[in-house]
């Protein structure tokens, strides 16, 4: 391969480093690897009308202009997230035959194709003419088979991989010496975006039914706080047991996770559920709502599942994890990590670029 470049509408940067931090983290892999990769991205979470028009319409300008200038040079396209990312590698392959791969990660299919006629048009257009399909979860194939029309062996059920060598297991006492916990508090952590799809009402009720059992539970919660009319109702619930931090480097949320009794994940809806793999990494129960790649990823016992929007489901998985630790539970959660390395990923993903790749 010559090269290989990438489309996102999702990349970080220094003043937002968890946006879109799984693509990058992928690219430099990749590029470990000696790849040659170019990014097209939007790295601007920026939200508003105005806003999102300008830079979805300046990132497709400057990366149609790099298509024209560089196509003789580029072996194939990736794209993360079918639409609107990936018409762009549909455009290149009508101009320029050049082939493409897409990630579909779950809110492509579940938000915009579902609530809207026009964009699932598209969307199908743009994942059936592409030479190869990943998605991050098992019930995404069975959407883009079923529902957009892919042929069955073109899709590719892989993770985007977990980072061991960040997530990694931690000593609990230390983390929580670093980061300033006492050590008789049972600490239940949320990593994600504060929206309210995430769950995050739902698990402020559920802890404080669990609180009633366990005085001495905490509640952290880690992550954007980008939805200003979701975050003017959840910061009537914030106290001194109830927490929120704005997005941590990598680093520092692995630390927060190793430091926790309990990772949770309540999503109404979860394409992957990338941050419970980090989690179950670092070594910590994880109790996450039974939806999308999360029923995958935690079965077996690998983890505890609950009924999505449901408090009480989720209390008792909380209080199931507290009360009950487990050796299997521990073990069957190594063994869904071992699947879903850097390497293990990396080498797939090469495989497909190799066996689709104009070169």
């Given at each position: 391969m010559r090269k290989l470049t990438v489309f996102?509408?999702?990349?970080?940067?220094?003043?937002?480093?968890?946006?879109?931090?799984?693509?990058?983290?992928?690219?430099?892999?990749?590029?470990?690897?000696?790849?040659?990769?170019?990014?097209?991205?939007?790295?601007?979470?920026?939200?508003?009308?105005?806003?999102?028009?300008?830079?979805?319409?300046t990132w497709f300008m400057k990366a149609m202009i790099y298509i024209l200038m560089n196509n003789k040079g580029i072996s194939l396209t990736h794209s993360h997230y079918a639409f609107p990312t990936g018409l762009l590698s549909l455009i290149g392959k009508k101009l320029f035959r050049l082939p493409y791969v897409i990630t579909v990660h779950g809110g492509d299919i579940d938000k915009m194709a579902a609530g809207n006629g026009k964009i699932k048009k598209i969307t199908r257009i743009i994942l059936q003419q592409a030479d190869a399909v990943i998605v991050v979860g098992e019930r995404l194939r069975?959407?883009?088979?079923?529902?957009?029309?892919?042929?069955?062996?073109?899709?590719?059920?892989?993770?985007?991989?977990?980072n061991t060598e960040i997530f990694k297991p931690m000593a609990k006492e230390e983390a929580r010496k670093e980061l300033g916990i006492p050590s008789d508090v049972e600490l239940l952590l949320f990593v994600g975006n504060m929206i309210e799809a995430k769950g995050i009402l739902d698990l402020i009720d559920a802890y404080k039914e669990v609180q009633r059992d366990?005085?001495?539970?905490?509640?952290?919660?880690?992550?954007?706080?980008?939805?200003?009319?979701?975050?003017?109702?959840?910061?009537?619930?914030?106290?001194?047991?109830?927490?929120?931090?704005?997005?941590?480097?990598?680093?520092?949320?692995?630390?927060?996770?190793?430091?926790?009794?309990?990772?949770?994940?309540?999503?109404?809806?979860?394409?992957?559920?990338?941050?419970?793999?980090?989690?179950?990494?670092?070594?910590?129960?994880?109790?996450?709502?039974?939806?999308?790649?999360?029923?995958?990823?935690?079965?077996?016992?690998a983890g505890i599942l609950v009924e999505k929007q449901n408090?009480?489901?989720?209390?008792?998985?909380?209080?199931?994890?507290?009360?009950?630790?487990?050796?299997?539970?521990?073990?069957?959660?190594e063994e869904k990590v071992a699947d879903h390395t850097y390497e293990v990923i990396t080498e797939k993903l090469l495989?497909?670029?190799q066996a689709v790749s104009k070169d």
């Open positions: 996102s509408n999702m990349y970080p940067t220094q003043k937002h480093p968890t946006f879109g931090i799984f693509v990058k983290n992928q690219v430099e892999t990749l590029r470990s690897k000696g790849l040659e990769v170019d990014v097209l991205a939007i790295d601007d979470p920026t939200k508003g009308k105005a806003a999102v028009l300008k830079k979805y319409l069975k959407d883009v088979i079923g529902n957009f029309g892919v042929q069955e062996e073109k899709v590719h059920v892989m993770s985007m991989g977990v366990h005085p001495n539970a905490v509640l952290h919660m880690i992550g954007s706080s980008k939805d200003e009319g979701f975050m003017r109702k959840f910061e009537k619930h914030l106290s001194e047991r109830i927490h929120h931090h704005e997005p941590l480097p990598q680093k520092e949320v692995a630390k927060w996770i190793a430091a926790a009794d309990i990772f949770v994940l309540p999503s109404h809806h979860e394409g992957f559920g990338l941050v419970a793999l980090e989690a179950m990494a670092v070594g910590t129960t994880v109790v996450a709502s039974d939806v999308g790649g999360l029923s995958y990823l935690l079965d077996n016992e408090p009480a489901s989720l209390a008792a998985g909380l209080k199931e994890a507290l009360e009950h630790p487990s050796e299997k539970r521990r073990m069957a959660a495989a497909i670029y």
